[in-house]
T-cell receptor, first 115, second 109 residues
Framework: NAGVMQNPRHLVRRRGQEARLRCSPM?????VYWYRQLPEEGLKFMVY????????ESGMPKERFSAEFPKEGPSILRIQQVVRGDSAAYFC?????????????FGPGTRLTVL | KNEVEQSPQNLTAQEGEFITINCSYS?????LHWLQQHPGGGIVSLFM???GKKKHGRLIATINIQEKHSSLHITASHPRDSAVYIC???????????FGQGTRLTINP
């Protein structure tokens, strides 16, 4: 059973370009979480999704950021018109359900560098 | 004040020493995670616990719900244990994790 997959592992973008980060949850997991780790800072929650639904996006910046988790395919975190401050490691995690006893498993992360 | 506080922020020890990392939280939680992150690396989940104590190899995690405190212990520490250790709280009724700032552990041979 493969773990949580993220791609690309490293992404370089110039200011103003778009970044698309993909997350494939573990098999059988229908809940996906995105977290951001800014340089020299701790991890922060961004968004929580179930298939085709955004459940909690309270940690997502209001502009330029969006997330989806379609019925088929991976979850996508999309950052439009990237700025240098978006440079960070973006981790996704997945769990089989929403109960507290459902552990979240993390992917390897995507390291975004904005030039 | 952060909802989840870890101490110490940095810890350097000699190989073989017993290590303790502490985590205090100020909110009601349904579970607490201990995570490990190597420099430039991914995040590995070590434990998820909501009461009592769990042990895996040389790692032990305890939690005291009344005192809102958890500890991660490493016995017979080894240089390969060098990493950042992060505690993360899952709030009651919520699904998002709230993270401590991490403890950078360095074990010297």
């Amino acid at each position: 059973n493969a773990g949580v997959m993220q791609n690309p592992r490293h992404l370089v973008r110039r200011r103003g370009q778009e970044a698309r980060l993909r997350c494939s949850p573990m098999k059988g997991h229908s809940h996906v979480y995105w977290y951001r780790q800014l340089p020299e800072e701790g991890l922060k929650f961004m968004v929580y999704l179930q298939k085709e639904n955004i459940i909690d996006e309270s940690g997502m910046p209001k502009e330029r950021f969006s997330a989806e988790f379609p019925k088929e395919g991976p979850s996508i975190l999309r950052i439009q018109q990237v700025v240098r401050g978006d440079s960070a490691a973006y981790f996704c995690a997945s769990s089989p359900g929403a109960r507290a006893y459902n552990e979240q498993f993390f992917g390897p992360g995507t390291r975004l560098t904005v030039l | 004040k952060n909802e989840v506080e870890q101490s110490p922020q940095n810890l350097t020890a000699q190989e073989g020493e017993f290590i303790t990392i502490n985590c205090s939280y100020s909110v009601g939680i349904s579970a607490l995670h201990w995570l490990q992150q190597h420099p430039g690396g991914g995040i590995v989940s070590l434990f998820m616990l909501s009461s009592g104590k769990k042990k895996h190899g040389r790692l032990i995690a305890t939690i005291n719900i009344q005192e809102k405190h958890s500890s991660l212990h490493i016995t017979a520490s080894h240089p390969r244990d060098s990493a950042v250790y992060i505690c993360a709280a899952l709030g009651q009724g919520a699904q998002k994790l709230v993270f401590g700032q991490g403890t950078r552990l360095t074990i010297n041979p």
